[in-house]
């Protein structure tokens, strides 16, 4: 099984429709998903990989908050003959005791830009998203992309852009030069909707988290991604599981005009 890629805006990067979400590998703590899981072992890590490579899947979402899921793509991508395009973001981290913490400075960024590179072994990130907490608007007020275009300007970062929470940090952020935005979007959260639009004629790309609300939606995968994906400027929706069965199912799933 193949995918036909997806352009993510004005990047370069062409994107599987689908992406795998990471945040099981790394953690399984203060999350919002419908059962509870134990971390997968690595080599459960190492064949959902090679999976998601052979359903055609090049795209991987990961955080500096979500654990340990960074470190452990590290270390175990390298047993997985396939390249994969890594989304990583910045401006929270967690801690199991403590909870998430924020921090958007330019200090904080750039020293979460340079644990990331050294967790991945990567010497450039692929996309690189501000995490943010729902303030949205005053975390890109105080120069939070600026500093992100910084880092790209510098080679560091291919593209930027921001995980948000609202429409308007969403527009502020296509004003500052995002390069791409990641927005929550299913049959229940369509708040950020208007930002397709706005992001194709800012030829931003655009990512979705929360295609099928974290396990909670009643309606039918195929139905949610044929009404997501029959909006061009949508590049890839972020799935994020550790079972292999789930992905195989999420991936038949799809139109079938964009599988292959």
Known sequence: MGMIRRQLGRTGLELSPIGLGTV?????????????????????VIELLRLASQLGINCLDTAPAYGKAEKRLGALLPEVPSEFHIIT????AYDQET????DFSEKAIMRSLERSLRHLNRNRLDVVLLHSDGQDIEHLKLGALRTLIKAREQGLVHAVGLSGKTVEGGRLALSQGAD????????????????????KNNGAGLLVKKA?????????????????????????????????????KNCLALPTEIRQ
């Open 24 to 44: 099981k590998i790394g953690r399984n703590t203060d999350l919002k998903y419908a059962s509870e899981f134990e971390l997968p072992t690595d080599q459960e």
């Open 99 to 102: 909870g998430s913490h924020y």
């Open 180 to 199: 791409c935005l990641m927005i929550t979007l299913n049959p229940e959260q369509s708040d950020e909707k208007p930002l397709i639009d706005e992001a």
């Open 89 to 92: 973001k910045v401006g929270e």
């Open 212 to 248: 099928l609300g974290s396990g909670h939606l009643i309606a039918s995968i195929p139905s949610i991604f044929k009404d997501l994906f029959a909006h061009p400027s949508i590049t890839s929706a972020i799935i994020g599981t550790i079972s292999p069965v789930h992905l195989r």
